[in-house]
């Protein structure tokens, strides 16, 4: 990130304000004069109140502006300066005596300039969203008249809008007739209405450019080959504004300020409200929230936190660097967490996130009594060294490697699920566990881990899963035209796609069987937009020169397990914090644009070190997680937190997947569910592929995956009427229920007394004992039904129900 | 009232002017509204108090369009089939006479001759979704009741805003609620299909049901406010819904049509309740349920009727088919108008294909997908037309050829939703157009 200098000064002043300095930024680095060059130019300056003791603050729209000499340029009451004549001004910006000051010179101030087709045309057709996939920009164009998606193919757009339909769109001899410009203001009828209005600057520039002679601009101009958002983050107040100020650096190190020239999109329209010049405005809702700005193929961010200002209490303990970052967020925010939750709550929570189950009856028991004050560290150790966690993390990564049965042999997808079950068993550092399915050669019954290949077997599938599933980079966009909010284009996608380009199947000996194998040749995929084959270039890298006999996926796995890789270490903490927590520090998870950032891109870093420091390794991930004051808060809110949803200041409730609530009311009824093919007994997150889903309607109704997508998303937690319906009344439930061998049955016969037994139902089902109240309206219920079942039944059904089961908390 | 634009980018038209935004316009220009020219508008704009609907019947196997509304009385007998064509009340419009009660209240119905687009598959996927199932975006295409369901969510009664009113089909490709990636939050509520065996007491007794209620109430004390998302009291909501069909409720009440006086349910006749080869029952009192369903406030009712991959007794099977078919549609499409609700509520009537000119050696006609038909109504469009025509044969579309994709464009329009502007994301996060290219609604019949 560059320097920018500002030009500061400090005035004696009123001892209230003694202490803040003003200062004024141009979007210049080097403490150069910024420059206005052209009739037509405009620079938005940005003034900043910077107290000593607190965060600063924009005040451009309260300062006072002056300009000295005021025959140079004129600026305006939000701080837009535009040219006059040519010379060199100096702008004043006082606040309460005190003053900041800038330097600029003014050129060319009596003659417009020669505006380029690709650099400032071609962006106003994306501004005013002639050229978005809903308009002209789709690939048929719209009425006969096509831009290219988002104006990333300028030589297109220059060609359609000139010559095209034999030029009848532009009007040169009177620009302001032009078919292009009636039609974008609505004098002529336009499917699209009016876009923009007569005599608007962006207008003007429109004009002026067919006024020249519609020139199509020289490929040696310069053109810009950055863009920088002044701030780039800010602490927000509650309600208050910031103005954002954007600079273009061109190839011949030139700057121009683009602020409104570009595209903002907020991320939290809730949180963040941003205008077309670039005027944010903070909501209500504390946290942190982005407004992400576009520009050609540019991308930036501007990063807002919008702290609360709570009294902050005390503190949970911090226990270890997730503590720190978090904690030091809250902090910032005004935003005090809940406290730590209890025993009981900590024990049904973690053994639903590590194992996939709800705690047994001895388990919970055991865990109340136990004395000793380290009982948590020990429990998460003797879960996550349970063949319960790996089976359930092994289902986890099933739906996303596409574990699915399709027409194979069920050895098939067994074996790709044993593997990854023994891989997580064994706690197989995450470099190695990804290096043997991306490299995977042979049939599954020799080496399981081409299980990937068998089910993903198109090259464009296979780099598109790579790329989101360990990258968090959504490729798929950049196959047919430049991704709309990222730096990657289709020559970056056909280089990855190259990756794959060698991978070759035969029949293997095992009928039903594929071989897959690397095919001894030069690796390369064809661009269709340049006709020219496009060698393996990892994302954002060099083009690798490979010889014909290297695997292609050897390099990619190298490339990407590497330490040093900008994203592999990233998605993964940030796909198991998600699990954990139930929101990633970046959301969707594997969405990791820079145009989308963490909510706490500290935490973020810190455990992306952590990960890479352990080499990998898993456990030791879940392990600090879990064992972090954060993650064993209570999901209760005090008074300031019930609306936090992102910076993790207390516990998140969340519904229990599909197969942890089925497993789970089995164990609490006591009857398990029956798998076809599978051992009795067998858990339903330890099914191994998709194909029980058909025939268990419970699965399919409460949302588990077919895993035919890479992305977890595929799992919907959404809840539905046809699922209340079927946990208060399936006929599955009630026979659980009522179940000669089940629970309630044997609760029925018991001889110990009600209140034992009820004791026991809460233990099982709550993992925690009731309270007195609780234990009288049970009391209550099952005496007035004596020695019945379906008083234990019903009992039973209504915990079921309620959300303290259905939800981890 | 004097909003003249508003430049909010959602719920716009590509213009930038909300439909609202239009209207406001639009009584400017006239000099002010009368009150019922207002409640109109706001009926237009989606606000009103009745919802805009859309029941769409499925007519799996694919129904032969040269022998239902664009009869060939002039081609060679070995195309020309056993009916003759009769007069509707709309001059120059002609239809089989099988379906005289259509041809009665032809000035209410569109015939779509020249259906084109479909494929040679016997899936219902097209007609429900308005795409083919070529590439399906990760997580897959969502049916057109998913996508409402989505972008307008329930009326706000207790009743789902998608609900579809088939039973479980032998040929699972005719089966409607697919997931797609829109989530099963917005799969079709399917009390006749998966939920059917959950919506009786299976083993309780009603007493009993209430026992267990107020027990859950007692113990499910979990503080609500400790989720934000709003999943918890979403629950909480599905939850009481839940009861409520249990016991008695609008949406049960709406699903039986006894309450209805005798006279209607003959108007709408009987059909029968035999599964039709491997497809439906033609059940004729779907189409009765299926308005009632509107009634209590679902915004999509899909159904699917009978079976029509007729390739042998083609000719046999219309008379069986046909007739309960005319009662049935001309019923609905009466009783919608006679309620004032054919203003709101779009009726549809399809298949995946059309049926090949030629008869086969059995006396049937073969799948054929070049051409197909569509019946539709209400939904406020110009009704009265018969649109597009075949060529001698009934092969091809020679005029107006009307692809699915204009259709769906036409029935999201109708549904107050823009089809060209609307956007929803897959599992990538990709926004979809609700329909693909360069469709749009069909002039023909909106404005």
């Known amino acids: 990130m560059k320097r920018f200098l500002f030009l500061t000064t400090f005035l004696a002043l009123p001892a209230a304000y003694a202490e803040t300095k003003l200062e004024l930024h141009t979007g210049i680095p080097g403490g150069k004069p910024a420059v206005l060059k052209g009739k037509d130019a405009s620079l938005q300056l ?150 923009m209005e007569r005599g608007t600057p962006d207008y003007l520039a429109l004009v002026r450019w067919m006024e020249q002679g519609a020139p199509p601009g020289n490929p040696d101009d310069p053109h ?80 807002a936190t919008i702290p609360l200002g709570a009294p902050m209490g005390e503190f949970p303990p911090e226990r270890n660097f997730i503590d720190r970052h978090v904690f030091a967020k809250l902090r910032t925010l005004g935003l005090p967490p809940s406290a730590v939750c209890d025993d009981a709550t900590f024990l049904r929570r973690v053994t639903l996130d590590i194992a996939g ?57 067994y074996a790709f699920h044993g593997w990854l079950r023994e891989s997580l068993n064994s706690n197989k550092p995450y470099d190695q566990f990804v290096r043997e399915i991306l490299a995977a050669s042979g049939s599954i019954s020799g080496n399981p881990a081409t299980g990937w290949y068998r089910a993903v077997t198109k090259s464009q599938d296979q780099l598109q899963d790579v790329a989101q599933v360990f990258c968090g980079q959504r490729l798929q966009c950049a196959q047919c035209h430049h991704h709309p909010y990222e730096k990657w284009s289709q020559q970056d996608y056909y280089g990855f796609a190259a990756f794959f380009s060698t991978v070759a199947r035969k029949p293997a000996d095992e009928p039903g069987e594929e071989a897959v194998f690397n095919q001894w040749r030069d ?110 808060l209570s999901s209760l809110p005090n008074e300031h937190n019930a609306t936090d949803r992102q910076n993790f200041s207390r516990f998140f409730p969340r519904r229990l997947p599909a197969e942890v609530l089925l497993d789970a009311i089995d164990t609490v009824t006591g009857i398990p569910t029956k798998f076809a093919g599978q051992p009795a007994g067998a858990r339903a997150v330890a099914l191994p592929d998709d194909s029980f889903n058909a025939g268990n309607y419970f699965l399919t109704v409460f949302g588990r995956p077919d895993n035919t997508s890479a992305c977890e998303c595929e799992r919907s937690q959404d809840s539905s009427l046809a699922q209340s319906l079927h946990l208060l009344n399936s006929k599955g439930l009630q026979e659980k229920l009522s179940g000669a061998e089940g629970r309630a049955a044997a609760l029925a016969k018991d001889k110990a007394a009600p209140e034992d037994r009820i004791r026991r139902v809460f233990l099982t089902l709550n993992a925690r004992t009731p309270t007195a109240e609780e234990t009288k309206k049970a009391l209550d219920y099952v005496t007035a039904r004596e020695g019945k079942p379906a008083a234990w039944e019903d009992l039973i059904w209504a915990l079921i129900n309620s959300k303290e089961f259905l939800f981890n908390h | 009232m004097l909003t003249l634009s508003s430049r909010t980018h959602s719920n716009s038209f590509c213009d930038g002017l909300s439909r609202r935004s239009f209207l406001r316009i639009g009584a400017m220009g006239l000099g002010g509204l009368s009150l019922s020219q207002l409640l109109r508008a706001e009926a237009q704009s989606g606000k009103g108090k009745s919802q805009k609907a859309l029941i769409m019947i499925y007519l799996p196997g694919g129904p032969p369009h ?11 007998s070995e195309i020309r089939g056993e009916f003759s064509e009769i007069a509707t009340n709309v001059p120059g419009v002609r239809i089989c006479e099988l379906l005289p009660g259509m041809a009665k209240i032809a000035d209410k119905l569109v015939f779509v001759r020249s259906v084109v687009g479909a494929k040679d598959r016997h899936e219902s996927f097209q007609c429900l979704t308005g795409r083919l199932n070529e590439k399906p975006p990760p997580g897959g295409w969502p049916e057109i009741g998913s996508v409402v369901s989505k972008l307008q969510g329930s009326t706000g009664s207790a009743v789902p805003p ?54 859950l109430t007692a113990f499910d004390g979990f503080r609500r406010d400790a989720d934000a998302s709003g999943s918890m009291s979403g629950l909480d909501d599905f939850e009481a819904q839940a009861f409520d069909i249990l016991t008695s409720s609008r949406l049960l009440k709406a699903l039986d049509v006894s309450g209805e006086p005798d006279k209607l349910r003959t108007r709408y006749g009987k059909g029968t309740a035999q599964v039709q080869g491997d497809a439906a029952p033609r059940l004729n009192e779907q189409f009765l349920l299926a308005r009632r369903l509107v009634e209590a406030g679902v915004r999509v009712v899909t159904l699917s009727y009978s079976f029509w991959d007729w390739h042998g007794g083609n000719f046999k099977n219309a008379r069986q088919n046909l007739p309960d078919f005319d009662q049935a549609v001309s019923a609905l499409v009466e009783d919608l108008h006679q309620r004032g609700m054919d203003k709101d509520v779009t009726v549809i009537a399809w298949g995946e294909f059309g049926r090949t000119p030629r008869i086969n050696k059995d006396g049937g006609r073969d799948h054929w997908p070049n051409v197909s038909c569509a019946l539709m109504a209400g939904g406020g469009m110009h009704t009265g037309q018969a649109i597009g025509a075949t060529d001698r044969q009934g092969g091809e579309a020679t005029e107006r050829p009307v692809h699915f994709e204009e259709i769906f464009a036409t029935l999201y329009h109708n549904l107050g939703i823009n089809p060209t502007t609307t956007t929803v994301p897959d599992l990538t996060g990709r926004p979809h157009y609700l329909v693909d290219g360069t469709w749009q609604p069909m002039k023909e019949l909106i404005g």
């Open chain 2, 162 to 215: 998608y609900v579809n009113l088939s039973q479980k089909m032998q040929h699972t490709p005719y089966n409607q609620g697919r997931n797609s990636f829109l989530g099963i939050g917005h799969s079709p509520f399917m009390p006749l299909g998966s939920v059917k065996d959950d919506m009786t007491l299976n083993g309780v007794t009603l007493e009993r049901l209430h026992d267990r209620r107020s027990l």
């Open chain 1, 357 to 413: 189950r709800v705690p047994t009856t001895t388990e919970a028991e055991s865990f109340a009594a136990d004395k000793n004050p380290d009982k948590r560290t020990a429990l998460v150790d003797r879960l996550l060294a349970s063949t319960d966690y790996a089976e359930y993390f092994a289902g986890k990564w099933s739906a996303l490697l596409r574990n699915k049965r399709g027409n194979s042999p069920a050895r098939t997808t």
């Open chain 1, 523 to 632: 690796a390369f995929a064809l661009n269709p937009k340049t006709q020219k084959n496009v060698k393996p270039t990892p994302l954002g890298g060099q083009v690798l020169a490979l010889k014909p006999q290297d695997d292609p996926r050897r390099s990619l796995a190298s490339w990407l397990t590497a330490p040093e890789n900008p994203f592999f270490a990233k998605m993964l903490v940030n796909r198991y914090w998600k699990h954990f927590f139930g929101r990633g520090l970046v959301e969707p998870e594997d969405d990791m644009r820079v145009t989308n950032p963490a909510t706490n891109p500290e935490l973020m870093d810190g455990l992306a070190h952590h990960f890479t420091e352990s080499k990998f390794n898993l456990k030791a991930l879940v392990r600090s997680i879990c064992l972090s004051s954060t993650y064993q």
């Open chain 2, 66 to 76: 040269q022998d239902m509304f664009d009869i060939k009385v002039d081609a060679p």
């Open chain 1, 224 to 303: 810009p080959v950055s863009i920088s958002v002044f701030p780039p983050e800010r602490l927000l107040q509650p309600e208050s504004t910031q103005q954002l100020q954007v600079t273009a650096q061109y190839s011949d190190d030139s700057f121009r300020d683009i602020t409104t020239s570009v595209q903002y999109d907020s991320a939290a329209k809730d949180m963040l409200e941003v205008s077309s010049t670039g005027l944010v405005k903070a909501a209500k809702l504390t946290g942190d929230a982005a407004v992400m700005i576009r520009y050609k193929e540019m991308a930036g961010v501007f990063r």
């Open chain 1, 46 to 195: 940005v003034a900043t109140a910077v107290p000593s003791d607190k965060a600063p603050f924009d005040v451009t729209r309260s300062v006072t502006w002056t300009v000295e000499p005021a025959s140079v340029l004129t600026i305006s009451k939000t701080g837009v300066a535009t040219p006059l004549t040519d010379g060199t001004a100096t702008v004043i910006a006082t606040s309460d005596g005190t003053k900041a000051t800038a330097t600029i010179n003014v050129t060319g101030a009596a003659s417009w300039r020669t505006a380029s087709f690709t650099h400032e045309i071609v962006p106003l057709f994306t501004k005013y969203g002639c050229n978005g996939g809903g308009c002209h920009g789709k690939s048929e164009g719209q009425n006969g008249f096509k831009l290219s998606l988002l104006g990333f193919e300028p030589g297109e757009d220059y060609e359609h809008l000139v010559f095209e339909s034999r030029g009848r769109r532009l009007f040169p001899a009177a620009p302001e007739n032009s078919l292009l410009m009636l039609k974008a203001t609505g004098e002529m009828p336009h499917g699209g209405g009016a876009r």
